[in-house]
């Protein structure tokens, strides 16, 4: 009982492993920075360019349960992990580690992430993720601080143990219905029932840690502060795009309504009260991204017709938090990292396109214009909540729009303010050169937030909504 | 054609607010731009006069909110032709009195202008044909007598007197516009002659007649919104003699006139009406006794005279309400320019600082005499002839058969006459202390003058002399009226005109006039009993209370005045402690939190272990129980 | 129903030790517990049920072994770099919030 | 009580005991010890179970392998080898905590299979294993060697501090 | 034709964008055409055209735009929002005149204020529940920036409570917006108008949701705390357009959307609605009464004065709709005139505390007489723009009957006395008394002349002929409450 291959179909997986392997192969026989740079990210380019080609046909098929099956969103999810990884590297201008490994790291994360995407089984899904997570500990660890160390044990203690929590959830579930591959998953029945919804409870659970919802949020922080800044742009935005897809996987399929409502309110309430008091600047994004996590979550309570939802809301945010982890980037002097906010005091007016990019992006994750991604995601997952009957939840959601413009505002406008004692006029900054790769990723992500946010259908195109269902009034 | 007549000085007065108010040439222009309204407009008035028969009337569609038409109509029957014309006289001769008067005032370009603003608002009222229109120039004269009354800078009462007019009679207005509101609604329209044909229930009527008495009390200054009359003498004298004597107040009567086939219909209005004239009639005229403010005597007989005016309206005679508006405008007019040419000579206001000016101001002197002795009734002056109509009125209506109750009729009737007997002490009174006598002008300190009690004058006055010509020749011609417009009731054309009685004098006069000769006697006796004394003083402890006008001043000030200030300390309190706190502490509170969260977070990485697997297991629970039940 | 009794006391007495212990590498060690009663539950599910694929529990188990492997080998690279930086292995020296740079 | 339940119960006996002096412990490397002893236990487990590949998979990975790299950190560590008392934390979060989530998941699972006898399976020998891991689970087992990669390039990077990035 | 819809709004966003590129003074003037560019549109928009039926737009364009959501381009201009637009339209041009010889940084201010254009006129202009939401929001951020970048002492403090409670008010009109289009499966206003296939639950519901997000941005007590604060604080320009044509925001959608979308939920709100709008007229003029500073005053005035126009709104007759609507343009008008002058008096005797102000019409005389116009057309005075809605709103109370809205009609009144209280007691304090000393600006000038005229001749103007503001607006008024009779 060989299972048929179709070879075509695993295009995608194919490109995101087969760069990796280059990556390892280039480092070896060139071991010049640029030409390992350049091999992966043209590796990830192509990676970006083959779900769209790839054919959709289900493959690695028991019966009718598969493997790899692509979904209605599974190329843009493969897409956009491959645009992540392209711009993460393209912020990697100074990352403290030798190029070939980051570089073959980054993308055995980013063929993780592909994975994901296409997972038909738990196992492949769990394989996944875990391919996604495990070169990021390794990735975080990078910077030879007691920060960075420090960081890197967070993250790898609290993501083992929600690995050995998701798996325990597998396993409950395997034993009380003997599904794994996604599509045969059911509600346990009889004496089971208990049994298959604490399994589901504990997936869920599990895969929550990896979106950073409360209370599985504590490492992200720490993390993200002291990992290198592309690296925590990468697990802010690609590592959360995972865990969404995961999660997404299992609550279209069975119901989880409660308990994702009790995290998605938890997770943007306490992100977002707790990003108030914030002093630097990326635990500011990192806290806001907890924040995010729980609007993310909030339309997964209303289980497969949530999803798209869900996705859309996901895209918009990495394409926005991406950009301002990459204003971060480009703003810094480069010893620095992070730093205080109030060390942006008046930086607009040395480097205003940044700034102008940073505000686009602090507006989007706002829901507020010049940021009409943003606006169009709230637009969105307060759409399928209310449409779905889940009023009270798009509620929770717009007041703590409210919350999180408090500090969003507070500090796009530190950029803009002058520093105390000096009229605006006056200040002299002196000018910072942005390194082209920093500038193009830059651009490129902004050019994409901005179409989003005037063209939004395209993505709800590509995750194959078409057309607005009331759902209510029938 | 109608229409020009209020809007000519209203556009030469918006035009004359552009002038620049300081230099030279700006006052010439702006003398002359308000000359020129209030001559057109008294032109105008007497062409209509004299070409029209019939009322003329002008309908022009304004606006239309929902499914209530505004229109701009004019309607000028002959009755507010000659309403007009007294306007316009008085207008034109404040005017040009007012360039001797103000003429080293430096504001003056603005003052002339709100006069001319004032004459047109006026003759809005007098010829407006809707009630949304009549309201425009009702309010407007509002405004013009608020800022004329403030004009004078150094006053210090000035600015307070203004606001507390404005006020006050805004306080009426609330009533006038909600009756408006009601009237209006009610006939589905504002025309008044819709409105005088519609067909209103009993109570809608009432009410919405109610509730335009108190605009009119307000506008009128009468009881209970009188108050602010006496005060606003702090304002210019012309603006006095126009606005506080001759005209704005008296368009209270002008409306009720106006409205008078709806009044008819409703004995509560008119009872109410009448209660009220009775109450103003005695209030003024007692208050006007012991005022030792010239200004302020002739302020609170204004307060009287309108009083017999809403009597006469009360006790149904329309007509001689109007014709005592007609002479009271002639004869207060006079009187107010003559006081300002004795305020101007002698530069105070107090009679205590007068005395003996007959001899150095004959022409001043011989002024007040006609308004004076008009004023209290005195045969064949105008002032008799009117309120000897109001008097057979009220006699008639006490017999009972009118739309009044008679009880309202004997009211009015007994307190009109008690007004003459007061109103003949007080004049003679008046022309006593002012004219008579020795002089009182310098003290034991030398000359008595007191900076800010002649308004609009920024020199010491000289000797006390007849004003100059530009001043004297206004007083004198509208001495002509005061005198002799009484006579004018035996002209059949003005009769028709007002709808007026035939005049007959007959013995119902020889009470009115044995009252008159008591008081006049009276007051003359007490003054020549202590040489030098107000004869006032004769009244012992009553004075204070009649100087202070029985305290209803303090009483406003304590009833409502007080606690409305009071209200908006608390509501403010309560605004920025409760509203604004709430708000402010849902941000607080919000604050705090993230602090005690972060805080929360601020702990070793074991922390976060159980955390996340606390968190894990209560969530199983739940979910156990949760699908159990499921 | 025996073996998934021990499982499920194996996760907890796993769950205790990660919470209780002080060393990483103790914590490490409370972590293989924790997968090892996972395992244990696939391959007992494997009895109990009979699911789509014959054996996928035991394959999921030889998954998770590799998986536990590897991340065991990565973990134990980053405690030893933080002992380096640290010389210390105590968790709760690291601090969540707050660091020093 | 069958021989199998019998056999079960005393392997699960040394299992959860041996596990519990893991977590209790105060010698470190006695608890590397105990820790063979549970998984060596488990294998059995597995053995009566069955899974005949899974226990020897076990006894060589983890018995062999994590182990032996467990004990190699202590070494590395420079963890005293005898005794220590700093090891553990207050205990009373973690044994309410560790004692809730063994109890209760002893008892959903009792509770979900009450005393059902299962007939045991056939054993899955290493050639039916392979048949299904090549038959019905290629995909992650692709992409599982792609992780192993990344997990010994990763050890690598972060063992050897030779190795320093560049931009630092 | 219809393109003309789209063009105002691309060209003052083209102007923003082509001011921030430029030179500081050649952005200032590009800018400046910007803003007279789209003013001469906004002219033409709403030039008032014969429509073939009662709720047929003037101008209309509609495309799709995100099907996934049912969100369309749909822009239509009628009666209730052409004067909105000129008005708009007015305050910017004058504003950005205004900030055209004041320096610093004039240019991005004026690229703000024409954004902050985009967003208000696209508010007016949105026939489509999601694209109203979305203009609604784009204002939000761009007067934050004006009031915290141009502000005086205490702008931060104040353009952050702006701007929180604003979106506040916002995130509960989109769950508002959301509601209807999931019951009723459109998002079309026209084809929503009357509250067609809303179930009266949805209604309630939906109206509660708008009338609390409109009541925040108009802002109705007990909801206006942030106005005074922003408006202290704001820069001249910020306060005009904020008091002129951002309030109307709230107005407007409670107008056009609370309750011609949802006429059965506005009707069984408006009693509340209405005694809310009455308390805030009358406490809006006691606390103005007990005020202290110029521009707090003047923006306490508006809360009384919105509290007219929302009476108006909640009597839901014909006459009180219009009412609410001249109401409207008349407080944009006068307050934005107010707030011009408010500011000249600050820049000459840097103290907004009227304890310290005085004597006005001695030191400045043009200066005062225009503060006093101002003044009394902002207390209502017959004949000025201020009348009209104030009265009417009164008639409209009246209209509706028994006790409850007598009772009503008669506060609101007794409020209207009030205002006139306080505006007086103001004057007072201002323009009469002793006389402070002023800088060695005395005169007005020219740049001042400029911005100021236009708005005393339209306060002037529309007294005199309220019908420019009505004449469109009787029959979509109609349309809307046609589903209440």
């Known amino acids: ?474 | 054609m109608i229409a020009a007549l209020p809007g000519v000085p209203l556009l030469l007065g918006l035009l004359g607010l552009l002038l620049s108010p300081a230099d030279r040439a700006g006052r010439k222009r702006a003398a002359a731009l308000g000359v020129t309204g209030a001559v057109l407009a008294l032109a105008l008035t007497v062409f209509l006069l004299v070409t029209t028969d019939d009322p003329e009337e002008i309908h022009l569609d304004w606006v239309r909110l929902g499914d209530l038409d505004v229109t701009l109509s004019f309607s000028a029957g002959p009755a507010a032709l000659y309403v007009a014309l007294a306007v316009t006289v008085v207008a034109l001769a404040v005017q040009i009195y007012s360039i001797g008067y103000l003429h080293d005032d430096p504001r003056y370009a603005p003052y002339a202008a709100q006069i001319s603003l004032f004459t047109g608002a006026m003759l809005l009222v007098v010829t407006a044909g809707d009630l949304i229109l009549l309201l425009v120039g009702w309010e407007v004269m509002g405004v013009c007598s608020y800022l004329l009354i403030g004009h004078d800078r150094r006053l210090h009462e000035a600015p307070a007197a203004a606001v507390k007019a404005f006020l006050v009679t805004r306080v009426g207005d609330v009533g006038f516009l909600l009756g408006i509101a009601l009237l209006g609604w009610s006939a589905r329209s504002f025309r008044i002659a819709d409105v005088l044909a519609s067909d209103f229930g009993a109570t809608t009527l009432t009410a919405g007649l109610l509730l335009i008495l108190a605009g009119v009390a307000g506008k009128s200054a009468q009881f209970p919104l009188h108050t602010w009359l006496p005060d606003a003498m702090a304002g210019p004298t012309p603006i006095s003699a126009l606005i506080h004597a001759a005209t704005m107040v008296a368009a209270g009567v002008y409306v009720v006139f106006r409205l008078y086939p709806l009044f008819a219909q409703s004995p509560t209005a008119l009872a109410t009406l009448g209660v009220m004239a009775a109450v103003t009639l005695l209030l003024g005229a007692l208050s006007a006794m012991a005022q030792d403010d010239l200004k302020r005597v002739l302020a609170w007989s204004t307060v009287s005279q309108i009083g017999y005016m809403t009597g006469a309206l009360a006790v149904g005679s329309p007509a001689a309400a109007l014709f005592h508006l007609l002479t009271h405008a002639a004869f207060k007019a006079l009187l107010f320019l003559a006081a300002g040419a004795v305020i101007h000579a002698v530069g105070t206001n107090y009679l205590s600082r007068m005395g003996g000016l007959r001899r150095v101001m004959p022409a001043t002197f011989w002024s007040f005499v006609i308004g004076l002795g008009a004023l209290a009734g005195l045969p064949p002056l105008a002032g008799f002839w009117s309120k000897e109509n109001v008097l057979v009125a009220a006699a008639h209506a006490t017999e009972g058969g009118e739309a009044v109750p008679a009880w309202t009729a004997w009211v009015v009737w007994i307190a009109a006459l008690a007004g003459v007997l007061i109103t003949a002490w007080y004049s003679t009174r008046l022309l006593l202390r002012a004219f008579f006598g020795p002089s009182r002008a310098y003290g034991p300190d030398g000359p008595d003058w007191e900076v800010g009690f002649d308004d609009a004058r920024y020199d010491r006055p000289g000797v006390a002399h007849d004003p100059p010509r530009v001043m004297r020749w206004p007083v004198l011609v509208l001495a002509v009226p005061a005198a002799l417009l009484g006579l004018a009731a035996f002209a059949p054309g003005f009769r028709t005109a007002l709808e007026l009685e035939q005049p007959h004098l007959d013995v119902a006069i020889a009470l009115p006039m044995l009252l008159l000769v008591t008081g006049a006697g009276t007051a003359w006796w007490l003054w020549r009993a202590v040489p030098g004394a107000d004869p006032v003083l004769a009244l012992g402890r009553v004075q204070p209370v009649l100087a202070n006008a029985f305290y209803l001043d303090a009483v406003q000030d304590r009833a409502i005045v007080r606690p409305v200030k009071a209200l908006a300390r608390a509501v403010k309190w309560t605004d920025e402690r409760v509203v604004d706190g709430t708000v402010e502490g849902a941000g607080k509170t919000a604050t705090g939190l993230g602090t005690l969260l972060s805080a929360a977070h601020r702990a070793a990485l074991p922390r976060a272990a159980v955390a996340v697997l606390t968190g894990a297991l209560l969530l199983g629970v739940v979910a156990a129980i949760y699908g159990a039940s499921a | 129903m025996i073996p998934y009794v021990i499982a499920a006391l194996l996760f907890g007495l796993g769950v205790y030790g990660v919470l209780r212990r002080r060393n990483a590498i103790l914590v490490l060690m409370a972590v293989e517990l924790m997968l090892n009663a996972v395992n244990l539950v696939f391959v007992t599910a494997d009895v109990t049920t009979r699911g789509a694929t014959h054996h996928a529990g035991a394959v999921f188990t030889l998954f998770i072994i590799v998986l536990a492997a590897a991340e065991v080998g990565v973990g134990l690279a980053i405690v030893l770099q933080y002992y380096r930086l640290r010389k210390a292995v105590a968790l709760d020296e690291v601090q969540l919030e707050g660091v020093a740079e | 009580m069958t021989v199998a339940d019998a056999l079960l119960l005393a392997l699960g006996v040394v299992a959860v005991g041996a596990a519990a002096l893991v977590v209790t412990s105060k010698h470190l490397v006695r608890a590397g010890l105990y820790l063979v002893v549970s998984l060596g236990a488990i294998a059995g487990l597995y053995l009566v179970l069955g899974a005949e590949l899974v226990a020897w998979v076990q006894v060589l990975v983890y018995v062999g392998a994590v182990v032996v790299l467990l004990l190699f950190a202590v070494m590395l560590t420079r963890a005293p080898i005898g005794a220590s008392d700093d090891l553990d934390r207050p205990a009373w979060p973690a044994l309410l905590v560790g004692a809730g989530v063994g109890l209760g998941l002893a008892v959903l699972l009792a509770d979900a299979f009450r005393w059902a006898i299962f007939p045991l399976p056939e054993a899955g020998t290493a050639g039916r294993m392979g048949e299904q891991i090549f038959g019905s689970w290629v995909l992650p087992f692709e992409v599982i060697s792609i992780l192993l990669l990344s997990a010994l390039v990763g050890a690598i990077v972060l063992s050897r501090p030779d190795i320093k990035g560049r931009g630092e | 034709m219809n393109e003309v819809l789209i063009a105002v709004l691309v060209a003052p966003a083209l102007g923003a964008l082509v001011a921030a590129l430029l030179p500081e003074r050649a952005g200032r003037v590009a800018a400046l055409v910007a803003a007279a560019v789209t003013f001469l549109l906004t002219v033409v928009v709403a030039l008032p055209r014969g429509a073939s039926g009662p709720i047929v737009p003037w101008l209309e364009v509609d495309h799709s735009w995100i099907p996934a959501l049912d969100v369309h381009f749909h822009l239509a201009v009628d009666g209730v929002s052409g004067p909105l637009v000129v008005l708009t339209g007015l305050l910017t041009l004058l504003c950005c005149a205004y900030t055209m010889w004041r320096p610093p940084s004039g240019r991005t201010l004026m690229a703000l204020l024409l954004v902050l254009e985009v967003g208000i006129l696209g508010t007016f202009l949105a026939f489509d529940l999601v694209l109203f939401f979305l203009f609604f929001e784009i204002t939000l951020l761009p007067m934050y920036a004006v009031i915290a970048g141009w502000g005086g002492p205490d702008r931060r403090r104040a353009a952050r409570k702006f701007v929180l409670y604003t979106l506040f008010g916002s995130v509960l009109l989109l769950l508002g917006v959301v509601t209807v289009i999931v019951a009723a499966g459109t998002a079309d206003i026209y084809a929503l108008t009357g509250g067609l296939g809303l179930s009266r639950t949805t209604q309630y519901a939906a109206f509660t949701l708008f009338a609390l997000a409109f009541a925040v941005k108009a802002p109705l007590w007990p909801l206006h705390t942030w106005l005074p604060d922003a408006h202290t604080e704001a820069p001249t320009v910020g306060s005009v357009l904020l008091a002129g044509v951002l309030l109307k925001m709230g107005t407007y959608g409670l107008i056009r959307i609370g309750v011609g979308v949802t006429p059965t939920g506005a009707a069984w709100a408006a009693p509340v609605l209405a005694v809310l709008a009455v308390a805030a007229i009358v406490i809006g003029a006691l606390i103005c009464l007990r005020q202290t500073e110029l521009k707090r005053l003047i923006a306490y005035s508006s809360v009384g004065h919105m509290g007219f126009v929302l009476l108006g709104i909640a009597t839901l007759t014909v006459t009180g709709l219009q009412a609410a609507l001249i109401g409207n343009i008349a407080h944009g008008v006068i307050t934005g005139l107010l707030f011009f002058l408010a500011g000249a008096v600050k820049d000459r005797t840097h103290t907004g505390d009227l304890a310290e102000l005085g004597g006005l019409r001695e030191t400045a005389p043009r200066l005062a007489g225009m503060f006093a116009f101002a003044a009394i057309a902002s207390l209502g005075l017959p004949g000025l723009a201020g009348f009209w809605g104030e009265a009417f709103a009164v008639v409209a109370a009246v209209q509706r009957g028994g006790p409850l809205w007598m009772t009503l009609a008669a506060v609101a009144a007794v409020g209207g006395a009030l205002t006139a209280a306080y505006f007086l007691r103001l004057l007072r304090r201002v323009t009469h008394g002793a006389p402070v000393p002023v800088d060695a600006l005395p005169v007005v000038s020219r740049t001042e002349w400029v911005a100021w005229a236009p708005l005393i001749i339209l306060a002037l103007l529309l007294g005199l002929i309220p019908s420019l503001v009505l004449i469109g607006s009787g029959d979509p008024i109609g349309a809307m409450t046609e589903a209440l009779r």
């Open chain 1, 1 to 474: 009982m060989t299972q048929s291959i179709n070879h075509l179909a695993l295009l995608p997986l194919y490109a995101a492993a087969g760069t990796a392997v280059l990556v390892l192969i280039v480092d070896l026989a060139v071991g010049r920075r640029s030409a390992i740079f350049g091999t992966a990210a043209a590796g990830a380019l192509i990676t970006a360019l083959a779900p769209v080609v790839a054919s959709t046909d289900p493959t690695l098929c028991v019966g009718a349960n598969c493997s790899w099956a692509a979904g209605p969103s599974s190329a843009l999810i493969a897409v956009l992990f491959a645009a992540l990884t392209l711009g993460v590297l393209g912020l990697s201008t100074r990352v403290p580690a030798p190029p070939g490994e980051f570089c073959f790291l980054l993308t055995c994360s980013m063929t993780g992430g592909v994975v994901i995407g296409y997972a038909g089984d738990l196992v492949t899904l769990i394989v996944g993720l875990e391919t996604l997570t495990l070169p990021l500990y390794v990735l975080t660890g990078l910077r030879r601080t007691t920060a960075g160390a420090s960081s890197a044990v967070t993250f790898f203690l609290v993501s083992v143990v929600s690995t050995a929590i998701a798996l325990l959830g597998a396993g409950l579930l395997f034993a009380a219905t003997g599904a794994l591959h996604l599509s045969a998953l059911t509600p346990g029945a009889g004496a089971m029932a208990p049994l298959a919804s604490v399994g589901v409870a504990l997936i869920v659970i599990g895969f929550a840690f990896k979106v950073a919802a409360v209370p599985l949020h504590a490492w992200a922080p720490a993390t993200y502060d002291g990992a290198p800044l592309p690296v925590a742009a990468y697990l802010s935005t690609a590592s959360k795009l995972g865990g969404v897809v995961a999660l997404a996987a299992i609550t279209s399929r069975l119901d989880t309504g409660p308990l994702i409502a009790v995290l998605a309110v938890l997770t943007m309430t306490v992100g977002n009260l707790v990003a108030l008091r914030q002093t630097r600047m990326v635990r500011l994004l990192a806290w806001s991204s907890v924040a995010q996590a729980g609007y993310i979550l909030a339309p997964l309570v209303a289980g497969g017709s949530g999803v798209t939802a869900a996705l859309a809301y996901a895209t918009f945010f990495v394409a926005l938090e991406f950009i301002a982890f990459a204003v971060i980037v480009a703003l810094l002097p480069p010893d620095a990292h992070g730093g205080d906010i109030a060390s942006y005091r008046g930086v607009a007016r040395r480097s205003p396109w940044p700034a102008a990019a940073f505000v686009l992006a602090l507006s989007g994750l706002a829901g507020l214009p010049p940021g009409l991604a943003g606006l169009f995601a709230k637009v969105t997952i307060i759409d399928t909540l209310i449409n779905t009957g889940w009023g009270w939840l798009a509620g929770v959601v717009a007041i703590n729009a409210v919350i999180a413009l408090a500090y969003y505002i507070r500090t796009a406008a530190i950029l803009y303010a002058s520093p105390p004692g000096i009229a605006v006029a006056d200040l002299r900054l002196p000018k910072l050169p942005i390194r082209w790769p920093v500038a193009a990723s830059l651009i490129g992500a902004a050019v994409i937030a901005v179409i989003l946010g005037f063209a939004p259908q395209l993505l709800f195109t590509a995750l194959g909504y078409t057309e607005f269902v009331p759902l209510l009034s029938r």
